[in-house]
Nanobody, 122 residues
Framework: QVQLVESGGGLVQPGGSLRLSCAASGFTFDYYAIGWFRQAPGKEREGVSCISSSASSTDYADSVKGRFTISRDNAKNTVYLQMNSLKPEDTAVYYC???????????????WGQGTQVTVSS
């Protein structure tokens, strides 16, 4: 079955960096785009970034552009989210997700990981 497992979260000071990983299994990884989402307490889930199956295209939320970088290693079935210049407002549970169909970003997501907590605080 489809599995997505996030890792790499933790506590970091403002201005610091973290790299999240999303390890996938149970499907042909390089057939699908993968997205990162986050949800802060009391707020709705928001899309953070997405990468197409071949990594030829990427999307970012305006709030993270220039600070976050998404990448993937299809040989390792893993997507990464490099997060730099972190701010307290980046604090959230971060999830990776796979759409039901689609090599490109923009399709409805069907499969979700369990999430990893990122806390940005001094």
């Amino acid at each position: 079955q489809v599995q997505l497992v996030e890792s790499g979260g933790g506590l970091v000071q403002p201005g610091g960096s973290l790299r999240l990983s999303c390890a996938a299994s149970g499907f042909t990884f390089d057939y699908y785009a993968i997205g990162w989402f986050r949800q802060a307490p009391g707020k709705e889930r928001e899309g953070v970034s997405c990468i197409s199956s071949s990594a030829s295209s990427t999307d970012y939320a305006d709030s993270v552009k220039g600070r976050f970088t998404i990448s993937r290693d299809n040989a390792k079935n893993t997507v990464y989210l490099q997060m730099n210049s972190l701010k307290p407002e980046d604090t959230a549970v971060y999830y990776c997700a796979r759409p039901k169909h689609g090599r490109l970003c923009g399709y409805e997501y069907e499969y979700w990981g369990q999430g990893t907590q990122v806390t940005v605080s001094s």
